[in-house]
């Protein structure tokens, strides 16, 4: 077997032979710094204080109103679909659903 050999480095999968799966040099894998484009999406600070602030002072969109209406009489499917139409995407859709659910759940 070539694998179990004594130059055999399991992490970097390299085996030190020249031919074969695992082959190639051993060396020692550099740790690189996280790039920006990693952080995509994520929320910051102040943008989730900006947009509580005005969620509290502006309230709710009609839609979203409707949306919570829909959950409070427990038609969710009903809800979704409504949401998805509005939104355009299932993905979205489902999001605003949890998140009215949520609203709702915190008004009580």
């Known amino acids: ?16 032979i020249a031919v074969g799966l695992n082959k190639g040099h051993i060396v020692t894998k550099k740790t690189s710094a996280p790039r920006p484009s ?10 989730g204080f900006v947009r509580e602030l005005i969620r509290e002072v502006v309230g709710f969109a009609p839609y979203e109103k ?17 949401a998805k139409r509005r939104l355009g995407t299932h993905l979205r859709a489902k999001r605003k659903r949890e998140e009215m659910g949520d609203a709702l759940r915190t008004k009580k």
């Open 66 to 82: 409707r949306i919570m209406e829909l959950l409070k009489i427990g038609k969710d499917k009903r809800a979704l679909k409504f």
């Open 38 to 47: 990693a952080r995509k999406g994520v929320l910051g600070k102040r943008t």
């Open 1 to 16: 077997r070539v694998c179990s050999g004594e130059g055999f480095d399991r992490m970097s999968g390299a085996s030190g």
